[in-house]
């Protein structure tokens, strides 16, 4: 019997993504909710298969005030049929279960859609960026970064979360590549990834969106350039949709291009912060660890201090 099944009550479906769904669940036991993503896994590739659940273990160390909590997960579902032709639809799919902790649905491209004051500006950004200095100290990468992947909970802090698999984007890029007419219907499947891509263009470091890597890993440096992007719709209105798209297409330009709007005198702080996360040259792009120290990020007020100090509130 299926462990899914034997230990939750599906509440609710909450979205479809590049690489599967997400519902919310109560678990039987502890009578709580739980975000759970399910995704189908391509059963022939024990290697890929393999290294997702190293990578759900390592994300399921991470424990962190602003950083959305994995618990476990698991893989369901027979194994491929033996004998039958490789066609698509004989093969059974397993499906990979990630049980990770339930945010009420209010992200931070929510927050910024009703529009955000500078205060609020930095406060929100500086708990993305303590959350990402903990998730990159623990050697991960987050690699999607964007607001719809940042959560906010009753108090209106942070939780960083969907993160993006490594396994899953690397080999969901390497196939993109190979095997452009893949005419699987699957649309959990990596090949998939240009679905997900869509919405992540924007927030995407150049170094990725290039695609030129060869063989060399990415680093955090990545979720620095999304960070960036993210600060600057922080601190920035836009009118329109498409006002937002060449806004930030001017941004992703090596010179960085700024609006002419955008007060660089009373906002010299923030366009500085976001002018070197957006650096093209990784190498001169900040890190996490580097941007808490530095100079241009204005102290915490004393109520983020005391909410710090207390733990979890
Ligand atoms: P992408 O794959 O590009 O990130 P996505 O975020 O829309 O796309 P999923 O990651 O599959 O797709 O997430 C599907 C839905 O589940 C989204 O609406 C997302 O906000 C929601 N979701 C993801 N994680 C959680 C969570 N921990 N708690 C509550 N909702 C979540
Ligand atoms: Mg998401
Ligand atoms: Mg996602």
């Known amino acids: 019997v299926s462990r899914y099944e034997a230990d939750f009550e599906e509440i609710e479906f909450l979205g479809k993504g590049g690489f599967g769904e997400v519902v919310k669940a109560r678990n039987k036991l502890d009578g709580r909710f739980y975000a759970i993503k399910k995704v189908k896994l391509d059963p022939m590739d024990i290697e890929e298969n393999r290294s997702i659940r190293r990578e759900i273990t390592t994300l399921s160390r991470l424990h962190h005030q602003y950083v959305v909590r994995y618990y476990t997960s698991w893989i369901e579902g027979a194994e491929s049929n033996r004998g039958s032709g490789s066609r698509s639809h004989d093969r059974q799919y397993r499906v990979l279960y990630i049980q990770m902790e339930y945010c009420e649905n209010k992200t931070l491209r929510d ?16 708990q993305i960026l303590e959350g990402l ?15 719809s992947n940042i959560f906010l909970d009753a108090n209106g802090d942070v939780k960083i979360g969907d993160f993006g698999l490594a396994v899953l984007s690397q080999a969901g890029l390497d196939r993109a590549r190979w095997n452009d007419d893949d005419d699987d219907d699957d649309d959990c499947s990596v090949a998939n990834i240009h679905g997900a891509g869509v919405g992540t263009a924007l927030y995407v470091s150049p170094e990725v969106a290039s695609g030129q ?13 999304s960070l960036g992007i993210i600060f600057f719709e922080l601190c920035y209105r836009f009118s ?5 798209i060449t806004v930030i297409r001017k941004l992703r330009t090596p010179e960085v291009e700024f609006p002419a709007d955008f007060s660089l005198t009373t906002k010299a702080n923030q366009a500085d912060i976001i002018k070197r996360l957006l650096n093209h040259s990784t190498r001169d792009r900040p890190s ?3 941007l808490l120290q530095d100079k241009a990020l204005p102290p915490k007020l004393a109520s983020q201090w ?4 207390s733990g979890i509130q």
């Open 111 to 126: 927050a910024i859609e009703e529009g955000v004051d500078d205060i609020e500006a930095w406060r929100l950004f500086r």
């Open 133 to 147: 200095a903990y998730i990159h100290n623990e050697g991960m990468i987050h690699r999607d970064l964007k607001p």
């Open 213 to 225: 890597d060869t063989g060399m890993r990415y680093n955090h440096k990545v979720d620095m350039y």
């Open 240 to 244: 329109t949709a498409m006002e937002r």
């Open 288 to 290: 996490s660890m580097q």
């Open 306 to 309: 005391m909410q710090c100090n």
